[in-house]
């Protein structure tokens, strides 16, 4: 699995990749992009099957709920769970 983001600066450091993909590593053909941005207009979710055939999301998370957060992670490993399909 590959975990990307795109988030404003200042929360940067909350949304941490590494440790969704290390939840994830079972998972073959599937890509995630964590969307966090204080931008009323970038609201859009998505998910599409690439050329390659795997399986991508763009998953928003809501900027005030990471900004106000001491730990994110376990809320983004559920997230992606449910996206996935998969038991909490």
């Keep these: ?6 988030v404003e600066e200042a929360i ?3 949304i941490d990749t590494q440790y969704v993909a290390a939840q994830f590593s079972h998972v073959q053909n599937v890509g995630i992009v964590f969307l966090c941005t204080q931008d009323e207009n970038d ?3 998505d ?6 055939g795997s399986h991508n999301f763009i998953i928003r998370v809501p900027y005030d709920l990471v900004k106000r957060s001491d730990d994110v992670r376990a809320i ?13």
Excluded at 1 to 6: D, F, P
Aim: glycine share 4%; hydrophobic share 45%.
């Design 76 to 88: 983004l490993v559920a997230i992606v769970k449910e996206k996935l399909g998969e038991a909490a």
């Design 12 to 14: 940067s450091d909350k």
């Design 1 to 6: 699995m590959e975990v990307v983001k795109i």
């Design 47 to 52: 998910e599409w099957i690439d050329e390659d």
């Design 43 to 45: 609201q859009e979710e």
